[in-house]
């Protein structure tokens, strides 16, 4: 059975076709301002990679924040479920997830079953988001790529006190003109997306294996030393981290 699973962010559109076990074909595309077309374009660049007509897809979840917008979705789902399905598809000892997206942060605690416990949304600040590093490597004139290895190049941390975006790009502009090294201003961002990280865990609790999905999992600094702040490995998910949500759409597609 060929199953589909779409995610509408904020930021960006997900869209992934699965056939019994197997990642067919998947595409992310910018959602701007039409959450609704991003999806139909998303979905259609899948569709034309995996050689298919949309006849063929048997059944179509959708997720996120615009998954009402998704037309030809059969059903929507809330994003958290779809988070828990498509990390324990990958890694089913999964116990903690942490979802770092463009504008929110999502902690999900979970029992040994794989079933909700508690979780927590942080989606009325962007620290720790992915929006705070784009702005963030705008003002020091980096590519995103150049981020997170930058970082772990450094040979001091620049403090940077502020988890405001406005006031943060201030701090940072002004340690640039004082003359600081750029890889220490850049770990001094990444340890206080950390530390708004770890803020959140806090809040939720961790227990048993710990995985980062999202947009923010892809900056290597942030992974190394979130692992260094909590002493614990995390595992890292064996596929792009920002596809999550829309496999885990899919896959309970398959399911019925």
């Keep these: 059975m060929i199953t589909a699973g779409c995610d509408v962010g904020t930021q960006t559109t997900k869209a992934i076709i699965l056939k019994k076990d197997t990642i067919i074909a998947q595409e992310i ?3 701007r301002a039409t959450p609704e077309k991003a999806a139909r374009q998303a979905m259609d660049n899948a569709l034309s990679a995996a050689r298919l007509k949309p006849r063929k897809i048997k059944r179509c979840i959708g997720t ?24 324990r598809w990958f890694i089913p000892t999964a116990r903690t997830i942490i979802n770092a997206g463009s504008q929110s942060i999502t902690l999900i605690s979970l029992n040994q079953k794989g079933r909700l416990l508690d979780h927590a949304v942080n989606d009325r600040c962007a620290a720790g ?20 290895p930058l970082s772990l190049e450094a040979e001091k941390e620049i403090s940077i006190s502020s988890q405001c975006i406005v006031f943060a790009e201030s701090e940072v502009i002004n340690h640039i003109n004082k003359g ?4 220490d201003v850049v770990c001094g961002i990444t340890q206080s997306i950390v530390n708004s990280l770890v803020t959140m865990i806090k809040r939720v609790g961790m227990t048993g294996d710990v995985c980062l999905t999202g947009g923010v999992a892809k900056n290597t600094g942030i992974v190394t030393k979130l692992s260094e702040k909590l002493d614990i490995h995390i595992r890292q998910i064996p596929h792009d981290p920002q596809m999550i949500g829309a496999l885990g759409a899919a896959v309970m597609a398959s399911e019925g």
């Design 64 to 87: 996120g924040w615009g998954r009402k917008k998704i037309k030809f979705a059969d059903r929507v789902v809330g994003e958290i479920p779809c988070l828990i399905r498509g990390t």
């Design 180 to 183: 600081e090294n750029v890889a």
């Design 29 to 31: 595309v910018s959602t």
């Design 129 to 148: 988001t992915g929006k705070f590093i784009e702005l963030m490597a705008d003002a020091l004139e980096l590519a995103l790529d150049e981020f997170g």
